[in-house]
């Protein structure tokens, strides 16, 4: 088994300026759609159902029961450590993730964040914290959305687990020790650099207009609603903002534990396999799979000539040309330019000036636009 490469997370840059109406109405993927991939393994003849939580959302942990029961995996894989389900089994009437985060001041002595008090350890310590601590407000996620939390959905899914007999495997929480180590070999944790990325890293409006309907989503939809929502082109654009922002911890954070989240899936036990793993390593680990296995989906090279809408362009010259005499007739001068008012296929840059005159006289002619 060879493995070469890592995921390209690709994603449109708001929908609301690359596509139009038609694309954008009624053709969301539903949530379930979102969070569930089933990846398939021809030469052992075995079945991975990805199942992608962000720990919100008490609907989506409702199905991810009724998968496990319906499906009856031989192995169920969560990423969670036994300790965080010793303490949470033995909670009563919890049937709702907003019931869940009333524990989450408990459930945080289950993180595997425990490091010794040495020098290294504090100096550490002492740049990692406020670090996480002043990336956390840069992202601004609201209270009860706790993507990096175990929550209902990975309880739900240990008890159908048991109840059906099948292996299960604790990963661990998505800091390990393991995570852990990697972040303390990591010597960039400066502030400074992490806040001028954050003023300057949205270079350009369309970053600034996806990164403000983010917060807006947020803020109609509360966390438990955005985690329903989250489709492959926001999560990937939720990846691309933070390898903006921190572009070293995102290796570590994403690309590394993508694979090593693989690499345990692939080696687990059994034909059926369900894996409930936070939602940002889905891409990754698909990406993983597909290489390993031979199972890529196949894609259509860019035609520019097959693809090229001859019909709308001779219409758009030909209502062009029609604006342009008529505008010209109005005003009782020759065109300023002959290129259209709207460049639907490709961008022109051109001195539009430069068409008006017949001889070009030289580059210190007042007239031209670039003057």
């Given at each position: 088994m060879s493995m070469i490469g890592r995921p390209i997370h690709r994603f449109l840059k708001n929908q609301n300026y690359c596509s139009d109406v038609y694309h954008r109405i009624r053709n969301r993927p539903t949530p379930f759609e979102n969070t569930l991939t089933i990846l398939k393994d021809p030469a052992n003849d075995r079945e991975l159902y990805l199942i992608g939580t962000t720990n919100s959302s008490t609907l989506l942990a409702k199905r991810t029961r009724d998968i496990i029961k319906n499906e009856s995996p031989d192995t169920v894989y969560v990423q969670t450590n036994e300790k965080w389900w010793n303490l949470v089994k033995d909670f009563k009437n919890v049937n709702s993730q907003k019931e869940l985060n009333l524990y989450n001041p408990v459930l945080r002595d289950t993180q595997e964040w425990h490091m010794e008090n040495n020098p290294r350890s504090l100096v550490f310590k002492t740049r990692f914290y406020p670090w996480m601590f002043t990336l956390t407000q840069m992202f601004g996620f609201p209270s009860d959305f706790h993507p990096f939390t175990p929550g209902l959905e990975m309880k739900y899914a240990i008890e159908q687990a048991l109840a059906g007999n099948s292996k299960l495997i604790f990963g661990g929480q998505e800091i390990n020790p393991g995570t852990l180590y990697a972040l303390r070999t990591e010597k960039r944790f400066d502030l400074v650099p992490l806040i001028w990325r954050y003023f300057f890293a949205l270079h350009n409006k369309k970053w600034e207009t996806e990164h403000q309907d983010l917060h807006r989503v947020l803020d109609v939809a509360g966390g438990e609603g955005f985690a329903e929502v989250i489709d492959n082109y926001r999560l990937a654009w939720l990846i691309k903002l933070f390898e903006k922002y921190a572009p070293f911890q995102k290796q570590i954070l994403i690309d590394h534990k993508d694979l090593d989240l693989f690499y345990q899936l692939y080696r687990a036990p059994g034909k059926k396999i369900v894996a409930v793993v936070n939602q940002w390593h889905t891409p990754g680990i698909e990406y993983h799979w597909?290489?390993?296995?031979?199972?890529?989906?196949?894609?259509?090279?860019?035609?520019?000539?097959?693809?090229?809408?001859?019909?709308?362009?001779?219409?758009?010259?030909?209502?062009?040309?029609?604006?342009?005499?008529?505008?010209?007739?109005?005003?009782?001068?020759?065109?300023?330019?002959?290129?259209?008012?709207?460049?639907?296929?490709?961008?022109?840059?051109?001195?539009?000036?430069?068409?008006?005159?017949?001889?070009?006289?030289?580059?210190?002619?007042?007239?031209?636009?670039?003057?």
């Open positions: 597909r290489h390993t296995t031979h199972t890529e989906l196949p894609t259509e090279p860019i035609n520019p000539v097959g693809d090229f809408d001859i019909d709308t362009y001779q219409e758009v010259n030909t209502i062009n040309d029609a604006i342009r005499e008529y505008v010209c007739k109005l005003g009782k001068t020759e065109p300023a330019t002959y290129d259209n008012y709207i460049t639907h296929y490709h961008k022109q840059t051109q001195e539009a000036e430069r068409s008006r005159h017949v001889h070009f006289l030289s580059h210190d002619d007042p007239h031209m636009s670039h003057h």
